[in-house]
């Protein structure tokens, strides 16, 4: 397994954000983690990234517990965060922005070639390198968030809502940059409030609900599933 969560539970005060989370993706696989507003999706990322202490269980990365560890720790040992909301450095050029992704001693050295990636899968930002990120439109600055997360050279990218808020064809060149992502070998673990678009892209699929797995499966069977489209596709 490349990366192992086991009866998670996370809590902020009195608020029980995760509560007995359990999941498994291996190398290369592309997850993705549905669910309502609140349903603890963002939460169960940052326990994995080391944003938020976890109360209880276990996450193993490549066998390797992570909790405790700081979370540039966790980011040296291949785990690139891309939060919500997109948090790029707006008085930074596109460049800089990129280059503060590459701070593990291995991909500082290979920051160049990265860099190169980065504009391959992206080439709105190769047009706009020394352009101050704070001036890129909503899904330009999507993609620089994920850029900067690929810096970092990750054998698990993780995608807060990367759809949130963008126009259709922007999030079609945001999902078609994490599908080139993939088929690279980095595994994905997608979050998404747009089941559909989720279910589409991923191989399995873990649905939240108030802090704990309601239903998981291959992406496609739920999909099917009566009580999913019932419940969040309208249908
Ligand atoms: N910093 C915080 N302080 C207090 N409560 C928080 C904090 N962050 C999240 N919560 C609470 O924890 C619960 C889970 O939040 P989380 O952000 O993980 O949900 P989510 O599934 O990502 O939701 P969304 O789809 O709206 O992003 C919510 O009830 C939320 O109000
Ligand atoms: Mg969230």
Same mark, same amino acid.
């Given at each position: ?6 009866n998670? /539970?996370?809590?902020?005060? =009195? %608020? @029980?954000? %995760? ?7 291996q ?7 549905v +669910? ?7 939460t ?18 490549? +066998?390797?517990e992570? %909790?405790g560890?700081?979370a540039?720790?966790i980011?040296?040992l291949?785990?690139? #965060? !891309?939060?919500?909301?997109?948090? !790029?450095?707006?008085? *930074? $050029? !596109?460049?800089?922005? *990129? ?6 001693k ?7 070639? /990265? ?19 704070? $001036?890129?439109s ?9 850029? @900067?997360?690929l ?7 993780? &995608?807060d809502?990367?759809?949130?808020? &963008? ?7 945001a ?6 992502? #993939?088929?690279?070998?980095v ?7 747009n089941?559909?678009? =989720?279910?589409?892209?991923?191989? @399995? ?7 704990? !797995? =309601?239903?998981?499966?291959?992406a496609?069977? *739920? ?10 596709? +309208?249908m």
């Amino acid at each position: 397994m490349l990366l192992e969560l086991s009866n998670l /539970s996370a809590s902020y005060g =009195a %608020v @029980r954000a %995760v509560q007995g989370v359990s999941l498994a993706m291996q190398a290369g696989e592309a997850v993705t983690i549905v +669910g309502a507003n609140g349903a603890g999706k963002s939460t169960t990322l940052k326990s994995i990234s080391g944003l938020v202490r976890p109360q209880g269980g276990a996450i193993r990365f490549e +066998g390797e517990e992570l %909790v405790g560890r700081p979370a540039y720790r966790i980011a040296e040992l291949g785990i690139a #965060h !891309v939060p919500e909301g997109r948090r !790029v450095f707006p008085d *930074l $050029t !596109v460049r800089e922005n *990129l280059n503060l992704g590459a701070y593990s001693k291995r991909a500082k050295g290979e920051r160049a070639a /990265s860099m190169a990636q980065v504009f391959d899968l992206f080439p709105r930002l190769r047009e706009r390198a020394t352009q101050r990120a704070g $001036t890129l439109s909503g899904g330009e600055q999507q993609m620089l968030a994920i850029g @900067r997360g690929l810096m970092l050279r990750p054998k698990l990218i993780m &995608l807060d809502e990367p759809s949130l808020g &963008l126009a259709p064809i922007m999030v079609e060149a945001a999902y078609a940059g994490i599908e080139a992502i #993939h088929r690279q070998g980095v595994a994905i673990l997608l979050v998404e409030q747009n089941l559909q678009l =989720a279910l589409s892209f991923a191989d @399995r699929g873990y649905v939240l609900e108030n802090g704990r !797995v =309601a239903l998981e499966g291959p992406a496609r069977d *739920l999909l099917e599933n009566p009580t999913i489209k019932a419940s969040y596709l +309208g249908m």
